[in-house]
């Protein structure tokens, strides 16, 4: 089922997913918000706590990657964009989704990798 793209164009038996497609990117923008600057403190904190050079490096590219994946996303989430600024946000809201998923890959490998 194809989602509205306003609440006005709602129907009757959609109501549901139109009142859903209304609501969830402006409550992802707000929670990505919130999350951001837990995401700085909590990647400070990891960084302090990195015993070695190279998990100080690996734990700053998780930190960094963080901050950009929900800084972007609630940008982009929040905000009303023309067609040209929200497609730029749309691209870097889902690179950032691989990046974060890059570097956790990098972080865990290197903390499983250090034990071993």
Not at 5 to 23: K, S
Not at 35 to 46: K, R
Not at 69 to 85: C, D, E, I, K
Request: aromatic share 8%; net charge positive; charged share 15%.
């Amino acid at each position: 089922m194809r989602l509205p793209a306003q609440p006005t164009d709602c129907r009757l038996e959609g109501g549901v997913e139109c009142a859903a497609a209304a609501l969830k990117p402006r409550m992802r923008g707000w929670l990505h918000a919130d999350v951001f600057p837990l995401s700085l403190v909590g990647g400070i904190v990891l960084i302090a706590v990195s015993r070695s050079a190279a998990a100080v490096g690996v734990c700053s590219v998780y930190a960094v990657s963080a901050c950009l994946l929900f800084g972007t996303s609630a940008v982009y989430h929040r905000g009303t964009w023309g067609p040209r600024g929200e497609a730029v946000l749309r691209r870097l809201d889902h690179a950032n989704i691989f990046l974060i998923i890059a570097a956790f890959t990098a972080h865990y490998t290197a903390i499983v990798l250090a034990a071993a």
